[in-house]
């Protein structure tokens, strides 16, 4: 079959909520995939930063093997053996004291938004349910994690909403503290906005809002669901920030390619939901909670960790040798590109597939997020095609 067959099914029978580039990806071994017709790419996308140990890792791969042919699915009203090995392995690394595992990003922020409500009418009434997030932010599709999204780009077309939420500009601490009332529950952030354009908040504006959040006797919530597990560097970016928030949403990577979300919640939130308040059919999957202990065994037993930074200072040190490349924004693995004038990300990003290079956009800018394992020899292809296309 040709990669023009399947192009071609795409349109005529798959939903058409994707702007799909004219790949069709068939197989792929670490950062390097093959499209059906044979043609090779350097993937510096792992799957929107979902692939942590890229494509088809060994250790991995032995992994989920082995869970799906013991045992595939048990519901929740059992105990099952992966979720509790990785709820310990993550609790223990972070030093939350309970998860709730969710199937998604969007799922893991639904779960945090009620915790807060909970949390909100349980210490101060009913009234205490609103929602605190930030102007640019994105925290999914579902419809309270659309409402948490402040752009009004998602919103437009799906009123109403539930309300909930209350929205605040990034990096301005007045504006947070007007915003708040008796009303708020919560705050919550993201670290490093990815889908709002690779953007880093400021150390000190985050530090305020934990203290913040503190004094007002709220929960300070982090959706690390794009820069968790160990994207930036640490398996928390919340560490390099100095901040321990009540709740951290995980997803994207935790699986290694495998559907899950996590909610991380701490000794004053890990009680605020009780028996009948959550759940979901297919969260804390034991095969996806297998890929996540294969994920969680590579970074922190294996040392890739360790290996994140330097790669990511390698991998910035080389773009910022391109001429076309003016700056550089995001944090560790997590890199958003500015291109020089006249060149428009979405057009750079169809050409550099032509000529065998996955990379991702993100408002106006490139956007880079590569396996955490990707080759140095895997890293010189990609930026060298990322060159030549720029020429
Ligand atoms: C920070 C953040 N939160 C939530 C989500 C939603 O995750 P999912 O698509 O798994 O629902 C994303 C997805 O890009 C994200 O980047």
Not at 32 to 52: L, Q, R
Not at 123 to 151: D, M, P, Y
Not at 360 to 389: C, H, Q, S, V, Y
């Amino acid at each position: 079959m040709t990669n023009e067959y399947y192009i071609n099914l795409d349109k005529q029978y798959i939903s058409n909520t994707y702007k799909r580039q004219n790949v069709v990806l068939a197989r792929g071994k670490g950062s390097t995939a093959y499209d059906v017709e044979g043609k090779k790419y350097i993937d510096f996308t792992s799957g929107i930063g979902v692939n942590s140990l890229g494509f088809c890792n060994e250790n991995w791969t032995s992994a989920v093997t082995a869970q799906v042919q013991t045992l595939q699915h048990s519901s929740n009203i059992f105990v099952s053996v992966p979720d509790t090995v990785l709820a310990e392995k993550l609790c223990k690394a972070t030093g939350y004291s309970k998860v709730f595992f969710s199937n998604s990003g969007a799922e893991a922020n639904e779960g945090a938004v009620k915790v807060a409500r909970k949390f909100g009418a349980d210490t101060k009434g009913k009234e205490c349910v609103n929602i605190i997030t930030l102007q640019n932010s994105f925290h999914g599709r579902t419809v309270a994690a659309l409402e948490a999204t402040g752009q009004d780009v998602f919103h437009k077309n799906f009123y109403p909403f539930t309300g909930g939420f209350k929205y605040a500009p990034i990096n301005d601490k007045s504006a947070l503290e007007n915003t708040y009332d008796d009303t708020v529950c919560a705050v919550m952030v993201e670290l490093v906005q990815g889908e709002g354009g690779v953007i880093a908040a400021d150390k000190d504006y985050i530090r305020f809002v934990a203290d913040f959040c503190k004094e007002k006797e709220i929960l300070f919530i982090v959706d690390e669901v794009q820069t968790g597990v160990g994207r930036t560097g640490t398996l928390l970016t919340s560490t390099q920030f100095g901040v321990k928030p009540d709740v951290t949403t995980l997803a994207k990577g935790l699986g290694g390619g495998l559907p899950i979300g996590a909610v991380l919640m701490n000794e004053k939130t890990q009680g605020v939901l009780s028996f009948g308040d959550h759940g979901s059919t297919f969260g804390g999957n034991p095969v996806s909670c297998a890929g996540g202990v294969a994920v969680l065994d590579e970074l922190l037993d294996r040392g890739l960790l360790n290996e994140v930074s330097p790669k990511a200072d390698y991998i910035r040190g080389k773009l910022l040798e391109i001429p076309q490349v003016k700056e550089l924004s995001g944090l560790g693995l997590m890199i958003g590109i500015t291109l020089a004038e006249g060149y428009t990300a979405s057009e750079i990003a169809a050409k550099c597939a032509e000529n065998g290079l996955l990379i991702l956009t993100a408002k106006t800018k490139l956007r880079m997020l590569p396996p955490l394992n990707i080759t140095k020899e895997e890293i010189d292809e990609g930026i060298e095609i990322l060159r030549k296309t720029l020429e």
